[in-house]
């Protein structure tokens, strides 16, 4: 499997990780869940997106060997 099939997989994962930490969200905002445990949810979300921008732009190619 060539890097960019790599790549193409682990974004695809990753993609659902931010998926299901959106919908995690909105399930505790709606039940009213606890501010600390969303803020944490929220912090994954967007360490997620950015590894996924990092994977795309090539940044962590050297992981992939």
Same mark, same amino acid.
């Given at each position: 499997?060539?890097n960019?099939? +790599?790549?193409?997989?682990?974004? #695809?994962?990753?993609?659902?990780?931010?998926? $299901?930490?959106?919908?995690?969200?909105?399930?505790? &905002? +709606?039940?009213?869940?606890?501010? #600390?445990?969303?803020?944490?949810w929220?912090? $994954?979300?967007?360490?997620?997106?950015?590894?996924? &921008?990092?994977?795309?732009a090539?940044?962590?190619?050297?992981?992939?060997?």
């Amino acid at each position: 499997m060539d890097n960019e099939e +790599k790549k193409r997989i682990i974004c #695809a994962f990753l993609g659902k990780c931010v998926t $299901y930490a959106d919908e995690s969200i909105s399930r505790k &905002k +709606k039940r009213g869940g606890d501010e #600390a445990e969303i803020s944490r949810w929220e912090a $994954y979300r967007e360490f997620t997106e950015h590894a996924i &921008k990092e994977v795309e732009a090539g940044e962590l190619d050297s992981w992939l060997d």
